[in-house]
């Protein structure tokens, strides 16, 4: 059983930087991290590969959001800079066994965090 809690969320101001944790992050997943804005799908916004050696980002988040895992310490983390207003939502990180050509899709992970709130101003 894998648990995953995400942290760092907040409100912050449009052009401002946010540090997204999520602990629970074996090294046996690869891991992604979705948002969900009200009344949106949820979208795929990065992912990292078991190793940490591959990453994918999402076009719209390319350029200034980073992601990166600690393996020692089964963390993965979400660097956000240059937030836009657009980017309010519901971060979610999850853990991905197999399927690391399925990485966009929502259902290829195993198992989701709780979610943890970001919100930019304008």
């Known amino acids: 059983q894998v648990q995953l809690v995400e942290s760092g969320g907040g409100l912050v101001q449009a052009g401002s930087s946010l540090r997204l944790s999520c602990t629970g992050a074996s090294s046996a997943y690869f891991m992604g991290w979705f948002r969900q804005a009200p009344g949106k799908e949820r979208e795929f916004v990065a992912a990292?590969?078991?190793?940490?050696?591959?990453?994918d980002y999402a076009d719209s988040v390319k350029d200034r959001f980073a992601i990166s895992r600690d393996n020692a310490q089964n963390t993965v983390t979400l660097q956000m800079t240059g937030l836009k207003p657009e980017d309010t939502a519901v971060y979610s990180c999850a853990a991905g066994r197999n399927f690391w050509s399925e990485r966009r899709v929502p259902g290829q992970y195993e198992y989701w965090g709780q979610g943890t709130q970001v919100t930019v101003a304008s």
């Open positions: 990292i590969s078991w190793s940490g050696g591959t990453t």
